[in-house]
């Protein structure tokens, strides 16, 4: 077995911060105390332990934020959840950290350094800062991120010197017995390793020998494996309130990239995503404002939904300040397996054209992209029909792309592409059609007589003509009660 650990080891920080790519000085703390402050207040001199009166004396600007452990706790699983789509065997390490096992990953990701480049980038993309530790182990993997990052023990026989110089004070077991083990000269892992099993055993707990013994690989450590969540649903308090619209995509696409990795750890996709904007309440309270993203074919690609936010984001205009963000979805389908192709092919083409039809909707809006759908209907004017390209009473594509055609086929004369939207009365002259001059008949009649179900029955013979102008669609209307007869120019062959 191959353990990586990741350790979060500002976590609580990093929870405030994934909202803003905003470098001004804050820290988390306690009631008294800082807790940890980022690189803006450190270089002011705020630090772990200073009491909260001392840093705002220090720091006037310094912005503090209030610690909750349980917004710690939902943080460190979205990070598991997250870290899903790389080995189903992922297990909380609290209050701070995950082991996963990645034996059994490492081919299908490129081998052990390209999968740690990629665990390592994606939770920075998602604004977590980590140090990463691997070893044949849980514990060792673990005890080695919280010392320094990047440290790797490759085989179970390297464990105790690769252990050896680590300080026994980040044993979890080690808390309150690091005076008295400091006192008789232990401050190194090897030093606890080589005392007397029994007495330690006996002097300082079993708990100690346990965590010792998992370490090094002696004795099988129980796990319980992290499950994620049926449905995703994260949220994220924005340090500042926000005013634009375009200020919401640096906090909001860290949570599509986390959505995504929630899909691929259930190799699952979806078809519309919904983000909440929440505002001010209270007395001057405001609906919140939804941003739905709809996908016309499923997916779970993190720069085409990102993508489609900016391209709504830049039409949008708040009503109010924002200062919560949620991000929700329910629509999941499971995603075939995919493959490479060396030469492009229907599907791919398809693709394509599905992400220019998403983009056009996110700028234009959903009823501005539209198609023609055929209708079983003799009668050209009603033949065919105007509707938004993802009307949910269209008809199915089938696979191929093709769109369910009516059960009543088209005449087989030919139909001119361009339509007048309302047909023209033509003069008659010497017994012929006259538009721009006569017009020859060339082919015809057809004779379509419907629609008396619907008050606008028809009674028309259609010809195809020829003129000056070209060749054109015309017909002579029988004589019907309500209706005008004569010759009328309906369409013109391009």
């Known amino acids: 077995m191959l353990w990586v650990a990741v350790h979060c080891h500002q976590l609580e920080l990093d929870v405030a911060l994934r909202a803003q790519d905003d470098p001004s000085p804050v820290a988390v703390c306690s009631t008294l105390l800082v807790r940890q402050a980022n690189e803006a207040a450190q270089a002011l001199g705020i630090h772990s332990g200073l009491r909260r009166a001392t840093a705002l004396s220090i720091a006037p600007q310094l912005r503090l934020i209030e610690h909750r452990s349980t917004v710690q706790q939902e943080a460190l699983e979205q990070v598991a959840g997250w870290l899903l789509q790389f080995t189903p065997a992922v297990s909380l390490q609290a209050p701070d950290s995950v082991v996963l096992d990645i034996h059994a990953s490492l081919r299908l990701f490129g081998g052990q350094a390209r999968l740690i480049e990629r665990v390592r980038a994606g939770l920075r993309e998602l604004g977590f800062s980590t140090q990463l530790g691997v070893a044949p182990t849980a514990t060792a993997a673990w005890l080695l991120a919280r010392w320094r990052d990047g440290l790797c023990i490759e085989h179970e026989s390297m464990l105790a010197s690769g252990l050896a110089d680590l300080p026994i004070h980040l044993l979890a077991a080690a808390g309150t017995h690091q005076e008295a083990l400091a006192a008789i000269g232990v401050h190194r892992f090897a030093d606890l390793a080589r005392l007397p099993r029994a007495g330690l055993a006996r002097r300082h707990g079993t708990a100690l020998l346990f965590e010792i013994d998992t370490a090094l690989g002696r004795q099988a450590e129980p796990r ?230 619907d008050a606008h029955l028809v009674q028309r013979d259609y010809f195809i003509a020829e003129g000056d102008s070209g060749c054109v669609w015309i017909y002579r209307a029988r004589t019907v009660q309500g209706t005008e007869s004569g010759w009328f120019l309906q369409g013109v062959f391009g």
């Open 224 to 453: 319980r494996w992290f499950q994620a969540p049926e449905r995703f649903a994260v949220r994220l308090e924005l340090l500042a309130q926000v005013e634009r619209s375009e200020a919401l995509l640096f906090a909001a696409q860290r949570l599509l990239l986390q959505l995504c990795g929630w899909l691929a750890a259930r190799r699952a996709a979806t078809r519309s995503v919904l983000l909440t904007a929440e505002h001010e309440s209270g007395r001057h309270a405001c609906t919140p404002t939804c941003i739905e993203l709809r996908l016309s074919q499923p997916s779970r690609e993190p720069q085409r939904l990102i993508t489609l936010l900016r391209e709504q984001l830049v039409r949008l205009v708040l009503p109010a300040p924002v200062h919560t963000l949620h991000l929700e979805c329910d629509q999941v389908v499971t995603l075939p397996g995919q493959h490479g192709e060396l030469f492009p092919t229907h599907a791919s083409e398809a693709e394509g054209l599905a992400r220019l039809i998403e983009r056009l909707q996110s700028r234009l809006g959903r009823d501005q992209v539209q198609r023609l759908l055929l209708v079983a209907d003799h009668r050209p004017e009603a033949a065919y029909r105007v509707d938004p390209i993802d009307h949910p009473d269209r008809p199915r594509p089938k696979s191929g792309g093709d769109t369910a055609q009516p059960s009543i086929p088209l005449p087989g004369m030919p139909r001119p592409l361009w339509l007048l939207h309302e047909p023209l009365q033509l003069a008659e002259r010497q017994h012929r059609p006259w538009w721009r001059g006569p017009l020859t008949l060339l082919s015809g009649p057809e004779r379509i007589e419907t629609g008396w179900w």
